[in-house]
């Protein structure tokens, strides 16, 4: 048996690295966005709320190209800007001849979804809500499934128009349009 033993080894390690290889830390970019301002994108719902102008207060969904249709003005781009952004070109595009001195607030109605996929119980598209983490989205698909590992996942992010994965702890704080992957333990 210790003749074989170094010849198992050899033919055992090159499977041990190939499966360490697919390891991927989290970006320190997939952290920092956490702290940034949020940015809409295709997918969001803002409430707009202009003083004084009941015909003008809706809500408005950002639309694939990024934009969203306001009245009287038209098309707004949408896709990477904050809310106070959006408040700033509202109002710029209204006092084009429409409102004199507009006073215009933007909020986010509904954010766009966390898809949550792999060893979940039902994986899919769930609703985004502030303070969320990988973990209670795994709750909201239905919890582990009796084969998932439970103790990090991976999550993927676009940050600044990159995209990017990242192998985070299940208490990590997730933003709206992340992936959360569930891997299969392996034993």
Not at 3 to 18: N, V
Not at 26 to 41: N, V
Not at 97 to 112: F, H, K, N, S
Request: charged content about 20%; hydrophobic content about 40%; glycine content about 10%.
């Amino acid at each position: 048996m210790t003749r074989f033993f170094p010849l198992l080894c050899a033919a055992l390690l090159p499977l041990l690295l190939a499966a360490c290889s697919s390891y991927q830390p989290a970006p320190t970019a997939m952290h920092a966005a956490l702290e940034q301002p949020y940015l809409l994108d295709a997918g969001d719902r803002i409430r707009v709320t202009v003083f004084g102008q009941d015909g003008l207060n809706n809500t408005y969904n950002v639309d694939q190209a990024g934009y969203i249709s306001f009245p009287l003005v038209g098309s707004i781009p949408a896709r990477g800007h904050t809310v106070k952004q959006m408040e700033a070109a509202i109002a710029a595009k209204l006092r084009q001849g429409y409102i004199r001195d507009p006073d215009v607030t933007v909020e986010v109605d509904r954010y766009r979804p966390v898809f949550v996929m792999g060893e979940v119980g039902a994986a899919g598209q769930y609703s985004y809500v502030p303070g969320m983490t990988a973990q209670k989205a795994i709750a909201a698909a239905g919890g582990f499934s009796p084969r998932a590992y439970q103790g990090d996942v991976d999550v993927t992010r676009t940050v600044n128009g990159k995209v990017m994965t990242g192998r985070v702890v299940i208490s990590d704080p997730l933003l709206p349009g992340d992936t959360v992957y569930v891997r299969e333990r392996l034993f």
